[in-house]
């Protein structure tokens, strides 16, 4: 479990994020850091019961200031990414725990020009069994929906009244559901937030065989 002093760091943090306090409260961060470590650690092992993970990546604390004009120093949110093995388990999955709530995420946060455009190639070809995966009545129930940036036209060549125009527009693959913070006091909430992420799994795949195979069914980097 998370314990109220870990979520008590995050709310102090979000009230005083600058340099001095943090160093005068650095062993309270790492206490913090460690159990939010431990967690990670034992959503990784029961998801790996449902899928198979590389690793699990927990990010650093401290916010990159090179591109930004907010310098306020540090992250007010601890956040761990779990990646997926092998080329055919595509898409990742991903929380993040400050002191107001729980996100649990999963998906295709960034696709790079030519992935999106495999997918949208998938979607013209047969966008029914991405369809189909949306219609599970658990993916509805714990995450609503797709979300994620998209295009408010139609992509560069589409027809905009395409029937699919919908899935056609994204630019983002992602499913999300939020918690109130203190869901981390349960006992066993590491195990909720497993099977949220394993039920984006037949949304994964569907996006993975989009992605993998082309148009007549060929593995692409054979």
Do not use: C
Not at 21 to 49: G, I, M, R
Not at 103 to 112: N, R, S, Y
Not at 165 to 179: E, G, V
């Amino acid at each position: 479990m998370i314990n109220q002093e870990t979520i008590n760091f995050l709310k102090e943090l979000t009230l005083n994020n600058n340099r001095d306090w943090f160093q005068e409260h650095k062993s309270w961060y790492e206490t913090a850091k460690n159990e939010f470590k431990s967690f990670v650690q034992q959503v990784k092992s029961e998801l790996s019961e449902m899928d198979k993970i590389e690793k699990a990546k927990v990010y650093r604390i401290y916010r990159d200031l090179r591109f930004t004009k907010d310098k306020t120093p540090y992250k007010t949110h601890f956040s761990a990414q779990f990646m997926r093995k092998g080329k055919h388990r595509r898409g990742g999955f991903y929380m993040q725990i400050s002191e107001a709530e729980v996100l649990v995420a999963g998906g295709f946060w960034g696709p790079d020009k030519n992935d999106l455009q495999y997918i949208r190639e998938g979607i013209l070809a047969d966008a029914e069994p991405l369809r189909e995966a949306f219609k599970n009545k658990e993916i509805r129930n714990r995450f609503g929906g797709l979300t994620g940036e998209e295009l408010k036209t139609a992509p560069r060549g589409y027809d905009r009244e395409h029937p699919d125009i919908d899935l056609l527009r994204k630019k983002q693959f992602l499913l999300m559901r939020k918690y109130q913070v203190d869901k981390v006091f349960e006992k066993n909430f590491h195990s909720q937030v497993a099977t949220d992420f394993a039920t984006m799994i037949p949304v994964f795949q569907v996006l993975t065989d989009y992605l993998v195979y082309d148009g007549n069914g060929v593995d692409r980097s054979n």
